[in-house]
């Protein structure tokens, strides 16, 4: 399959070079570039990209505006993409932010470019994905291990199987490595990841990780 990805940056000569990287991969093509918020959401409204490439600091509605209209509600059908933030600015109110908004991923510009392919392709399967330098420090800061564990609301309402998921998207497997554990298929763990995140409230697999730890699920 190859994943369709709208490049959204204030910078042109940025845009140029993300899209160069981009195309450069057999299975990633893409469709379109934005140079500010607004036009980053009507062009994916427009395109059905799998992956936004989405700056935070850009003129208009910033980056995390612009991911929260793309991304939508949990358990609406408002959601158009999933959104990758790629930004120089490693601020943690920013990553905050960006995953509050639903972002799948936080990657900053100093990302290479295999590992910024395999960022996309991961977040276009359904994946997670955060930068080295701050899964330490998000972990520590949103789940600390000495704050007591709080159940997230709908927990009672996932099914054994749901639960089984938010167990292993809190130890951060990704949705190949949960269809292995579980047997099951990819295609049933997408869908399963899908109705914990609805019944949870939660927007995004990184949100569903921080859940878990809060319910106590993960050691």
């Known amino acids: 399959m190859t994943v369709r990805v709208v490049v ?3 910078q042109a000569a940025i845009r140029t070079g993300l899209t160069m990287i981009l195309d450069s991969a ?11 918020g607004l036009a ?6 427009e395109t059905a990209p799998d992956v936004v490439l989405m700056d935070i600091r850009m003129p208009g509605i910033d980056g995390i505006e612009a991911t929260r209209r793309l991304v939508g509600d949990p358990g609406t059908r408002d959601r158009v993409c999933e959104v ?5 600015f490693d601020l943690d109110d920013y990553v905050d932010s960006a995953l509050a908004a639903g972002a799948a991923g936080f990657l900053l510009k100093s990302v290479d470019a295999p590992s910024l392919l395999a960022a996309v392709r991961a977040v276009a399967r359904g ?5 080295p330098e701050i899964t330490r420090r998000v972990i ?4 600390p291990p000495a704050r007591r564990p709080q159940p997230p609301s709908g927990l009672a309402d996932l ?6 998921v938010l167990t292993c998207l809190g130890r951060g497997l990704s949705n190949a490595e949960i269809a292995a554990e579980l047997v099951i298929t990819e295609a049933t763990t997408k869908t399963h990841v899908s109705r914990v995140l609805t019944k949870l409230g939660l927007r995004s697999r990184v949100q569903a990780a921080i859940a878990a730890q809060d319910a106590g699920l993960v050691g």
Do not use: K
């Open 26 to 36: 057999p299975d990633i093509t893409v469709v379109g570039e934005a140079a500010d």
């Open 127 to 131: 994946d997670g994905v955060l930068a």
């Open 159 to 164: 099914t054994p199987r749901e639960t089984d």
């Open 8 to 10: 959204a940056d204030d």
């Open 84 to 88: 990758l933030v790629l930004t120089t």
């Open 140 to 143: 520590s800061r949103l789940a």
């Open 40 to 45: 980053a959401v009507a062009l994916a409204r």
